[in-house]
């Protein structure tokens, strides 16, 4: 079962613009990551918040965790052409972070 | 280091037949895994495993089977394809004290 939902499912924006997604999601967890993935390729890791941190940077990445609303935000800044891809949340669990659970993610598309 | 490497990058069966699909990483990675990708699914665990001799099953084991005999291998056998097995399937591996997953750059597998 799913854990991470990201909304939206898609976002086209002009190249200098932010992009924000958002990632909701169910149980409990230890820490909660962002993958990029480009069309064809393998999933990278961009950032990981613990879920003792409200607030995290990674250059032109922010990322949020809200464990009350048990939600999370991903935000780029000044973005570009190359930040086109698909983006994941995927969730560790308090009770064991053997299982890294993805959510369907969301399609970003950076228009030059 | 070459990373996650897995082969082959395309393959396509009949539905019945066998066959392995090969996963290596050279970075000593206790932690490996199998994810299956499927339109508007995400990422769904198949199996894991946190050290040579130790296995686990994901969220969607039936119809595959793994071993891990090595650190560096950790194949995923389809012993019998069927067609819902036609997906791109992604092998990732970590350190056993880490937390974010390398992936490799997937197989596309059709069964017909």
């Known amino acids: 079962s799913q854990q991470g939902e990201e909304d939206p499912q898609a976002l086209s924006i002009q190249e200098g613009e932010n992009a924000t997604m958002n990632c909701s999601y169910k149980?409990?967890?230890?820490?909660l990551q962002w993958y990029r993935q480009n069309s064809g390729r393998g999933l990278v890791h961009l950032i990981l918040?613990?879920?003792?941190?409200r607030e995290k940077h990674s250059g032109r990445l922010r990322v949020t965790l809200d464990t009350s609303k048990k939600s999370s935000s991903l935000l780029i800044t000044a973005s570009r052409a190359a930040d086109t891809a698909s983006y994941f949340c995927?969730?560790?669990?308090?009770?064991?972070?053997?299982?890294?659970?993805f959510g369907k993610g969301m399609k970003l598309t950076v228009n030059p | 280091n070459a990373g996650v490497t897995q082969t082959p990058k395309f393959q396509v069966l009949k539905t019945g037949q066998s066959m392995t699909l090969q996963c290596a990483q050279d970075?000593?990675?206790?932690?490996m895994s199998w994810y299956r990708q499927d339109p508007g699914m995400g990422l769904r665990l198949i199996h894991y495993?946190?050290?040579?001799?130790?296995?686990d099953q994901g969220e969607v084991p039936n119809g595959y089977n793994v071993s891990r005999s090595t650190t560096e291998d950790f194949p995923l056998r389809l012993l019998s394809a069927a067609p819902s097995q036609t997906s791109v399937y992604f092998c990732?591996?970590?350190?056993?004290?880490?937390?974010?997953?390398?992936f490799g750059s997937g197989t596309q597998l059709s069964v017909l």
């Open positions: 970075m000593n990675h206790e932690y």
């Open positions: 995927a969730t560790a669990s308090r009770g064991g972070s053997e299982k890294l659970v």
């Open positions: 918040i613990r879920s003792n941190e």
């Open positions: 990732a591996s970590r350190p056993q004290r880490g937390e974010k997953l390398f």
């Open positions: 495993s946190v050290g040579a001799g130790i296995t």
């Open positions: 149980t409990s967890i230890n820490n």
